[in-house]
């Protein structure tokens, strides 16, 4: 899948937290270490593959499907470049929206990344700088999470592959690298998903809650609705464990507790300033006009609809269901997979059991509040029928994106069902049970 272009000049360590999962075992280095270099390599391709129409000519094409939002991302890397050129504060210019200025915290500013990579901007420039840290926070995105299934979920490394590919590329994400490179910079996503699963390891809290409280604090400053959406997924794991083995969560209650008060403490250390000037610094605001994104939700078509940027999609669909995002559409054949793949493990493997309840529940939710099928905006109402539109921060959240959630589950499902059907061909006779547990 690449991105459209057009040019603008024609037309503006293992988890030791009782799932059902087993350490993989411990192989020699130079093989592992072999496939994960042939896996990383394989990402960073693909990553050039979706960037490549830029590259005809980096300097005068932006995209075709979101171009004010390419331009303003650009100019979010000169920002950068500029703020540490300077010296100037990074989260408020006058340099747009004069004289009044834009707080740069209450906005997508991407300042985790644009900073860093001031260097780099200044060295070649904002146009040829987006398009490098587009493909590379794809690639990112799917090694951190190929490293984090393949150290901590499964055993075989091809199942690593392509559940990191799908998280690093799926259809949704590739969509929103149509202009929208803070929704593809998820690179930080599984490390903390990760983390929070190793909250109650004893007598390890303090460094756990301390990685942990690092990872937010800086997803904080890349996208805090991504981040948003990952700790509503977690409650959701923790509560769908806690249920399925309650003596194991009480046990390790304590723990857990306690590394979540040394990460929430850390991470508000470090951003207590730039989430203050965020909701009480100059231009700063609390609701976005109304609530007026609490209608844009996922048409239930989309889920089984091919992607525009797909050999199969088809860009006439964008006209009826694709009116709000593309966020999942995933293509039936995916889908009838993933019901398959949930079929056959979700009795044996407690890992697959709290995914079918992600995907139920963020499948549920992302409705919005009336259900949309096939284009078409229905009398049903929907689950966000029932919010209140002024309800602080879910105020400024849209529907749709919620399904990222379930984009992020299908990917681990597919990891899960890849190494079953591994493990399965390798022994004729039934193998200890490594993947799951029976119920």
Avoid at 112 to 135: D, H, I, K
Avoid at 328 to 347: D, E, M, Q, S
């Amino acid at each position: 899948m690449a991105v459209p272009v057009v040019d603008p000049s024609l037309n503006s360590s293992s988890v030791e937290v009782d799932t059902g999962v087993s350490d993989p075992p411990r192989r020699p280095r130079r093989r592992p270490a072999r496939a994960d270099v042939l896996a990383i390599g394989a990402y960073a391709l693909l990553g050039v593959l979706v960037c490549l129409n830029y590259w005809g000519d980096v300097q005068h094409r932006v995209s075709s499907h979101l171009p004010t939002d390419h331009s303003w991302f650009e100019w979010l890397f000169a920002h950068g470049a500029y703020s540490v050129r300077h010296l100037e504060n990074p989260l408020f210019t006058a340099r747009q929206n004069a004289p009044d200025g834009v707080n740069m915290m209450a906005n997508t500013s991407l300042l985790g990344v644009t900073l860093p990579l001031a260097p780099l901007t200044m060295l070649l420039g904002p146009q040829v700088m987006y398009a490098l840290y587009l493909g590379a926070a794809l690639s990112a995105t799917a090694a951190t999470a190929y490293w984090t299934l393949s150290r901590h979920l499964v055993r075989s490394r091809g199942a690593a592959f392509v559940g990191g590919a799908f998280l690093g590329f799926a259809p949704g994400i590739v969509h929103h690298a149509n202009g929208q490179p803070n929704f593809v910079s998820n690179f930080l996503l599984p490390l903390i998903v990760c983390r929070v699963l190793r909250l109650g390891e004893p007598g390890r809290w303090r460094r756990n809650g301390l990685a942990l409280g690092l990872l937010v604090a800086y997803q904080i400053f890349i996208n805090e609705e991504m981040l948003l959406l990952t700790a509503l997924a977690c409650l959701v794991v923790v509560v769908a464990y806690a249920v399925q083995r309650p003596r194991a969560t009480w046990e390790r209650a304590g723990t857990f507790l306690a590394a979540i008060g040394v990460g929430g403490g850390v991470a508000l250390l470090l951003t207590a300033y730039p989430i203050w000037f965020q909701f009480n610094g100059p231009q700063s605001y609390r609701g976005l006009q109304g609530g007026v994104f609490h209608n844009w939700g996922e048409d239930l078509m989309a889920f089984v609809t091919f992607a525009r940027d797909t050999v199969a999609g088809d860009e006439a669909v964008e006209k009826t269901i694709g009116l709000t995002e593309q966020n999942t559409w995933f293509g039936w054949p995916l889908v009838l997979v993933g019901l398959v793949a949930l079929a056959f493990l979700v009795r044996r493997s407690v890992p697959a059991r709290i995914l079918a309840v992600l995907v139920v529940v963020f499948t549920v939710a992302s409705i919005g509040p009336k259900v949309r099928f096939d284009g078409v905006e229905t009398d049903v109402d929907g689950p966000w029928a029932y919010v209140p539109d002024d309800l602080p921060l879910v105020e400024m959240m849209m529907p749709t994106r919620l399904s990222l959630v379930v984009v992020g589950a299908v990917g681990v499902l597919l990891a899960l069902a890849w190494d079953a059907l591994a493990r399965a061909g390798r022994s004729p006779v039934p193998a200890p049970r490594t993947g799951g547990e029976t119920a």
